[in-house]
């Protein structure tokens, strides 16, 4: 028997869905890219090291293309 690593596309769908009202509840939301981020974390297709590298990135992706602070 073939051990299983992560779980299949419909089940981390599933889990995300399940999230959903959660949030809402807290009053937050997720992106796109978070999502898409924690599919493949619940699959197990990256790494934890590799998803907090994307967000990192995507973060100063995001700050290096803001306006500079009103002084």
Request: glycine share 4%.
């Amino acid at each position: 028997m073939a051990v299983q690593r992560g779980v299949t596309e419909a089940q981390a769908d599933s889990e995300l869905a399940a999230l959903t009202p959660i949030m809402a509840v807290e009053g937050r939301t997720m992106d796109e890219h978070s999502q898409q981020l924690l599919l493949q974390l619940l699959q197990e297709s990256i790494s934890l090291c590799d998803a907090l590298d994307a967000i990192i990135r995507r973060r100063s992706d995001i700050a290096s293309s803001a306006p500079p602070p009103a002084g």
